[in-house]
């Protein structure tokens, strides 16, 4: 086959994926600390945690002035909805990005499998982002009983219309690329069929995780139609990264030689360390103990929250060590760094962290069942007065209140992704909990 100029033009405001090194999506493992630092080890690009389209639908975006970054919140489920009357009430942080040192390198990951919602929830983040990427890879249950994932690539005309729409009303009019990501087929010519018929979507890269959907994360990823898929990607214009067991920039180099492929994208050795996005001629892989700081630092910047920041720790500090056993029992950031010797330096950032949190030394007292019961009917009552008072205002309009508890009660309160955050203690801290 021979290898054409062609390429889909990279809109103004997107990003090629050609020559490029990057971090892979990762539900839990892929928030906002951890891309800054796979971008400041030396990654081209970064990609977020997958969010579910109806998780993003309703969100509301913030500036947040204390950790520069854009927020997309809504209330949480749990409790009152009025914070004025339930103090515990907050909102939950759907999604973060720091637009400074990420947004012209962030690709945003959603779930969807359906074109008006993936539309509606992209158009939401289109303007702080550098891409949309459609994950059609993911083979757990969560996401394929809804249609999501890898469920995708066993509808390809879904997808398609997906991949058409989120092109046509998001990607042009915001001026950004829309990319998909998908796993490869149980054969060759069923892999070809599909990306030949992604590739005429008007996509601007693929991404192809070399494992078919049954294989578990262990198993070795298989190469042997990655060269085929690269071809029909470069006839087509569209940049292709390669997925799977690659384990740093250097090997990654290889491999898209060895391959003819644009790029290539990194997961869970990414997970454990960050730096091994970093050259080797520039030092190359960094040890735990330095990279955990760097951690612990831009998570503290971004004020991520305290149960990720300590999942990610689990998977970053080897297991045997005292520093893991001490981190375990941490309740705080102060705890953490106290556990990793860094209190001199870091002891009083962590404070003023664990303040604004509310966590730690600054954990408020717990309401009692009773309290809670009381704070909740008192909220809803407020609310139905307020509704009244306004119904009773404008006759005719719908209410704003009215508007927003909809929003609120349409099921979407607790999305999948939330949900996965907030895993049960319960879950074994070194586990990568998904492998998707
Ligand atoms: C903790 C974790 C979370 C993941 N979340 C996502 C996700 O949100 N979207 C996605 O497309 N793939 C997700 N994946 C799959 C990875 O992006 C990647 O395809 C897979 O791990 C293979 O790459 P690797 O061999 O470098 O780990 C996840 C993987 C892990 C380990």
Redesign the pocket.
């Given at each position: 086959m021979t290898s054409t100029a062609k390429r889909v033009p990279i809109p103004k405001n997107g990003v090629d994926y050609r020559g490029r090194i990057v971090l892979?999506?990762?539900?839990?493992?892929?928030e906002c600390p951890s891309r800054l630092l796979a971008l400041e080890y030396g990654a081209d690009l970064v990609?977020g945690?997958?969010t579910i389209d109806k998780a993003l639908i309703g969100t509301a975006r913030h500036i947040n002035p204390v950790t520069n970054t854009v927020d997309f919140t809504r209330l949480s489920s749990n409790g009152a909805k009025n914070p004025a009357i339930n103090p515990d009430q907050r909102e939950s942080i759907i999604y973060r990005l720091h637009p400074e040192k990420e947004g012209k390198k962030l690709i945003y990951?959603i779930?969807t499998s359906n074109p008006e919602t993936a539309v509606q929830a992209a158009k939401l983040i289109a303007p702080d982002v550098a891409g949309i990427?459609v994950?059609a890879?993911?083979p757990k249950p969560f996401s394929t009983s809804g249609g999501m994932?890898a469920a995708l690539l066993k509808k390809p005309d879904l997808l398609c219309s997906i991949l058409r729409a989120l092109v046509k009303e998001v990607g042009e009019p915001n001026e950004i690329g829309i990319s998909v990501?998908v796993?490869i087929l149980d054969t060759a010519e069923a892999t070809e069929a599909l990306v030949r018929q992604l590739c005429d979507t008007g996509i601007t890269g693929l991404?192809v995780?070399c494992?078919t959907t049954p294989m578990r994360?262990r198993e070795r990823?298989i190469r042997d139609q990655l060269r085929m898929i690269a071809d029909i990607c470069r006839e087509a214009g569209v940049a292709c990264l390669m997925?799977?067991?690659?384990?740093s920039r250097d090997e990654a180099l290889g491999l898209i030689t060895e391959f003819g492929v644009d790029g290539a994208?990194?997961?869970?050795?990414?997970?454990t360390n960050p730096s091994v996005f970093k050259p080797k001629d520039e030092g190359g892989e960094a040890p735990w103990h330095e990279v955990v700081k760097e951690y612990v630092k831009t998570a503290m910047e971004v004020e991520n929250r305290f149960g990720n920041t300590k999942y990610l720790l689990g998977q970053m500090i080897p297991g045997k060590l005292p520093a893991y056993k001490s981190m375990m029992t941490a309740k705080s950031y102060r705890d953490i760094v106290k556990a990793l010797g860094h209190d001199a330096e870091l002891g009083e950032s962590a404070s003023d962290v664990d303040k604004r949190l509310e966590i730690g030394a600054f954990e408020k007292p717990k309401m009692t069942k009773a309290e809670r019961k009381a704070a909740n009917k008192a909220a809803a009552k407020q609310a139905e007065a307020a509704e009244e008072k306004q119904s009773e205002e404008v006759q005719e309009q719908p209410s704003a209140a009215g508007v927003k508890r909809s929003a609120e009660t349409a099921g979407l309160d607790m999305p999948p992704d939330v949900a996965r955050e907030q895993a049960p203690a319960s879950m074994p801290e070194r586990a990568?909990?998904?492998?998707?």
């Amino acid at each position: 086959m021979t290898s054409t100029a062609k390429r889909v033009p990279i809109p103004k405001n997107g990003v090629d994926y050609r020559g490029r090194i990057v971090l892979a999506p990762m539900v839990r493992s892929g928030e906002c600390p951890s891309r800054l630092l796979a971008l400041e080890y030396g990654a081209d690009l970064v990609w977020g945690p997958e969010t579910i389209d109806k998780a993003l639908i309703g969100t509301a975006r913030h500036i947040n002035p204390v950790t520069n970054t854009v927020d997309f919140t809504r209330l949480s489920s749990n409790g009152a909805k009025n914070p004025a009357i339930n103090p515990d009430q907050r909102e939950s942080i759907i999604y973060r990005l720091h637009p400074e040192k990420e947004g012209k390198k962030l690709i945003y990951q959603i779930g969807t499998s359906n074109p008006e919602t993936a539309v509606q929830a992209a158009k939401l983040i289109a303007p702080d982002v550098a891409g949309i990427d459609v994950n059609a890879g993911c083979p757990k249950p969560f996401s394929t009983s809804g249609g999501m994932g890898a469920a995708l690539l066993k509808k390809p005309d879904l997808l398609c219309s997906i991949l058409r729409a989120l092109v046509k009303e998001v990607g042009e009019p915001n001026e950004i690329g829309i990319s998909v990501k998908v796993r490869i087929l149980d054969t060759a010519e069923a892999t070809e069929a599909l990306v030949r018929q992604l590739c005429d979507t008007g996509i601007t890269g693929l991404t192809v995780h070399c494992r078919t959907t049954p294989m578990r994360p262990r198993e070795r990823a298989i190469r042997d139609q990655l060269r085929m898929i690269a071809d029909i990607c470069r006839e087509a214009g569209v940049a292709c990264l390669m997925n799977g067991d690659v384990t740093s920039r250097d090997e990654a180099l290889g491999l898209i030689t060895e391959f003819g492929v644009d790029g290539a994208m990194i997961a869970t050795a990414a997970e454990t360390n960050p730096s091994v996005f970093k050259p080797k001629d520039e030092g190359g892989e960094a040890p735990w103990h330095e990279v955990v700081k760097e951690y612990v630092k831009t998570a503290m910047e971004v004020e991520n929250r305290f149960g990720n920041t300590k999942y990610l720790l689990g998977q970053m500090i080897p297991g045997k060590l005292p520093a893991y056993k001490s981190m375990m029992t941490a309740k705080s950031y102060r705890d953490i760094v106290k556990a990793l010797g860094h209190d001199a330096e870091l002891g009083e950032s962590a404070s003023d962290v664990d303040k604004r949190l509310e966590i730690g030394a600054f954990e408020k007292p717990k309401m009692t069942k009773a309290e809670r019961k009381a704070a909740n009917k008192a909220a809803a009552k407020q609310a139905e007065a307020a509704e009244e008072k306004q119904s009773e205002e404008v006759q005719e309009q719908p209410s704003a209140a009215g508007v927003k508890r909809s929003a609120e009660t349409a099921g979407l309160d607790m999305p999948p992704d939330v949900a996965r955050e907030q895993a049960p203690a319960s879950m074994p801290e070194r586990a990568s909990v998904l492998s998707v």
